[in-house]
Structures are given as C-alpha cells and as structure tokens.
C-alpha cells in the first residue's frame, strides 16, 4: 500500500476497497463470523448483563430504529450496538484472532448492522464494512502485540474501537482522508482494561468499542479531524498503551494477506487459550476412564499467557470462563464443556470444586500460545500426559459450516428462541444477496 502514517495508509485501504475484488472464501468468512457472534447473542439475551444495560440505554436512546437482538425494543444504533456487543461477547463464547487474543465480531459487527438497520445499506455492503473493519482492528492489534495487552490494555475493546470506525466509515462511503481522520478520531475512544476482565466492567469496554468507532466515522462525515500520527505519534495511541508500534504489521500485505481471514470460533464457552487444556483432558478421560478418584493430581502447562490468564481462583461464573483448574475438572470430571458447564452452579458443585485443588498450572515456554500440556498423576503412582497444539476451533482445526450451524441452534435454544433458528441462519447465508438486513435483523428481534 506505500509508505505513509498508518492511518493514511489505513484509510486509503479501506476507501478504495471494491467488494468484487474480495476473494469468495473471504465473503464466506465474513458470514461465518456473524452466524457465530449473532448465535452467542441470542443465547444471552434475558442475562442480567444484557437486560441491564438495555434498561440503562433505553432511557437516553434517540430514534429507535435498530434492532437490540433477542429484545422486543429497537434503540438507536449506538445505545444497540452497545448492548449487542456486550451480548455477542458476553459468555467468552464468540470468535477469536489468536495472534492478539482480539475478539474480532463484537466490537464491529453490532456497529455496522444497528448503521445499515438505520440508513438501508445492503448486506453486501455489511459484509464489505465487516471484512474491512476486522482487517483493521486485527492489523492494529498485531502491530502493538504483545505489550498492549501485557500493560493491561483489553486489546478487544481498545482496537475493536478502530474496527468499528473503519467500517462505519466504509458504509458511510468517506473519502480516503475522512476515514483516515475517522481512525485518528477512534484512537482518543480505544479503552478496555485486562483487569476488570472477571467484572461487568469488561461488558462496558466492549460494548463502547462499536459505539466509540461509529460516532469517530460519523463526526469524521461531519468534518471532525485528527492528528496525522494520532495512531503511531510520540504521543499518539501506540506510545501512550504499549510498545512502539511495528507499522509492517500494518502495511504489508495490506489487501492481499488478510488477517482477518484467520479468525476461528469457539466450540467451547471460555477463553481461546483454554480450549488445548479441554481437548487434552477430555482425550484422557476417555483413556483412564470416567472415575475422577483415580486421578490424584494434574499438571497443567502452557505459555506465559494462559498463566496470566487462567492460574486464577474460581469465584464466580466470569473466573470459571477463564480458569485453568475449571477447564481441566470439566474435561476430566464431566466430559463435557457446554454453557451450562461454566454457570453457577457449576462453580459452586463440590465435585468440581474439589478436583480443582487438584488442578496445578506451570510455564512451559516452549509451547505455542493456544497449546497445551496435561499430565496426570494416577493413584498407582502413573503419569499419563497429553499435548494438545491445535485445539477444535483453531484455525488448524476449524469449525464447520454444519458445526456453526448447530452452535446457533443451540444457543438460539438457550435464549429461547429455538422457533427463530433457522430464519436467523438463512438469513446469515443469504445477507450478500439482500438488499438490506432488515430480512435478518426481524430473525434476531
């Protein structure tokens, strides 16, 4: 893309896109990750979390004219996008960019939909907006890795916010230096910390990444500007939250290596890194057999990551979606690792809270981010171990169309919206056709 301030080269990209020249399988992917997402919404829509922030919204909303999914009530498209990206990413349960550990759909996709409900914009155009969007905030995010996160910064919420900009600003057709000035705009709103993660306070992050990056694209419409280097400047974005920013990351490849086409989706209802730690020892389950008395202790090993993420006490169903002891005793004790698995009162069982004291974490540097090492130390004195590398759901192992299907189906049941199933995923498959998303958004209402 040349040489330039990465926002410039970032708007120049996403004006000039032409959704004829996106790769086929690209266009597929963009529908994948707005089935996952919009399926996870759904599946919680009468969660406290979601019902409350409504009610806070509902009373400081302009026109309702956009849809709050799983709702009986329309807000307008920055009070929706709010709530629906707290909803889309509430149970840990939606897509993953495992290089930046980004959740890419909730911060964008939520922005573009409550826009497009808005102004008629057609579902290509959605699809377009998301593609570019996600390519932004997962390009951003590589470019400040690993230190943003590392300082704290919830990498979700803050380059989520530079997403939603960059595809609001593509729906709203904004000239190459608008949408520069949109990212620029988006780079004062980018907030999210790691450390209220286990709290409601996450749920605000992110759901103020889709509203942030949607009023940055409309103000830059309106003539609102930015510092050229508000991204990468001595005192702009990159500086101020982490490392010094590695533009390569951003600019090369820009439209031809996508990014965003390595998103992946989660069979499981907790943080990416914990997937290995289930998948190993759902393996060993099945190889000593379901009696969790045999099994006196667990070693559990991965990268500095999933130490820092999940070598936590488990104190509520926010700690059981991100905990290294609650993955292993899922796996080893009930097989399974469902919604339900991760609620209350599976928290509090005492079974599973008895075979977590079992449960001890290590760092194993050489392990990739995403993998990992079970062992398990027997009653006879035996060790049994297994690695896992590509979990189900990484981008080596990805889940499939069918697989997708049947994760909407099952947290649109969760919800209680069985009976809208299948509207809502027709409508997903065939959004690149409709003229508008009003077809889906009446699915997901």
């Given amino acids: 893309m040349g040489e330039g301030f990465a926002g410039e080269v970032l708007g120049r990209f996403v004006a000039e896109s032409c959704w004829e020249d996106m790769p086929s399988a690209l266009r597929h992917e963009a529908k994948r990750s707005l089935l996952n997402n919009l399926g996870c919404g759904l599946g919680v829509a009468k969660d406290p979390a979601v019902t409350s922030a409504l009610a806070v919204m509902r009373n400081f909303s302009g026109a309702p004219v956009a849809t709050v999914i799983g709702q009986r009530v329309k807000l307008d498209p920055m009070a929706a996008a709010f709530v629906n990206a707290i909803a889309c990413n509430l149970l840990d349960y939606d897509d993953t960019h495992l290089a930046t550990v980004i959740h890419p759909t909730a911060p964008v996709a939520p922005a573009l939909l409550a826009l497009a409900e808005q102004r008629g914009f057609s579902g290509a155009a959605v699809l377009h907006a998301f593609l570019l969007g996600g390519e932004v905030e997962c390009r951003i995010g590589n470019a400040v890795s690993p230190g943003h996160y590392a300082r704290g910064w919830h990498i979700t919420s803050t380059c989520g916010t530079f997403g939603a900009a960059a595809g609001c600003a593509k729906l709203l057709g904004l000239s190459a230096e608008q949408t520069w000035h949109a990212l620029g705009i988006a780079a004062s709103q980018a907030a999210g910390l790691v450390e209220n993660l286990p709290t409601a306070a996450k749920n605000v992050g992110v759901g103020n990444a889709p509203r942030n990056g949607m009023l940055a694209a409309l103000l830059a419409e309106q003539g609102y500007k930015a510092a050229p280097a508000a991204i990468e400047g001595p005192l702009g974005f990159a500086h101020a939250t982490g490392d010094t920013l590695d533009l390569a990351q951003i600019t090369e490849g820009l439209g031809t290596q996508w990014e965003i086409a390595r998103n992946t989706y989660k069979p499981y209802p907790a943080g990416i890194v914990f997937h290995a730690v289930i998948d190993a020892c759902l393996a060993l389950r099945e190889e000593v057999g379901a009696a969790p008395e045999v099994i006196a202790s667990v070693t559990v090993a991965g990268d500095a990551l999933l130490l820092a993420r999940g070598d936590r006490a488990v104190n509520n169903e926010r700690d059981a979606r991100v905990s290294i002891h609650h993955s292993a005793a899922l796996g080893l004790v009930r097989g399974r690792a469902g919604v339900a698995d991760f609620e209350m009162p599976a928290v509090t069982d005492p079974m599973l809270a008895s075979f977590r004291a079992k449960v ?55 919800g209680g919206f069985a009976d809208r199933s299948e509207a809502g995923i027709a409508g997903v498959w065939g959004l690149g056709e409709a003229p508008d998303v009003s077809g889906l958004m009446r699915a997901l209402a």
């Fill in 360 to 414: 001890r974490a290590v760092l194993d540097e050489s392990l990739p981010r995403g993998a990992a090492t079970v062992t398990l130390r027997l009653a006879d004195g035996r060790d049994i171990q297994r690695t896992v590398v590509y979990p189900r759901g990484s981008f080596e192992r990805p889940m499939s169309d069918a697989e997708l299907e049947q994760k909407f189906r099952d947290n649109a049941a969760i």
